[in-house]
């Protein structure tokens, strides 16, 4: 049974940071390629970051340079590092193994002063 748990989220100032995580089970980890994506409400979820299974990154043009995404194979992780964060980052954050159906249910991030 393919199990994905989004945690980290929170409240934070703009500017501030946070580090989410990823936890899948049930999977081969290692062979699949990754993403964030985030919904904000009333919006469409959208892809913000993909790590791939060697390694290659590629990100949305609103969080690049301030985001970084990273993988734990051995810990089957993903892990998504949140700088610089504005207002319009606002959102549930979800993660996903690119060609697989499963979603978790998303950690919230408000950014708010």
């Known amino acids: 049974q393919v199990q994905v748990v989004e945690s980290g989220g929170g409240l934070v100032q703009p500017g501030g940071s946070l580090r989410l995580s990823c936890t899948v089970s049930?999977?081969?980890?290692?062979?699949?390629?990754m993403d964030w994506y985030r919904q904000a409400p009333g919006k469409q979820r959208e892809l913000v970051a993909v790590?791939?299974?060697?390694?290659?990154?590629n990100y949305a043009d609103s969080v690049k340079g301030r985001f970084t995404i990273s993988r734990d194979n051995a810990r089957n992780r993903l892990y998504l590092q949140m700088n610089s964060l504005k207002l319009e980052d606002t959102a549930v954050y979800y993660c996903k193994a690119d060609s697989l159906k499963y979603w978790g249910r998303g950690t919230q991030v408000t950014v708010s002063s």
């Open positions: 790590i791939t299974s060697g390694g290659s990154t």
């Open positions: 049930g999977i081969n980890f290692r062979i699949y390629q």
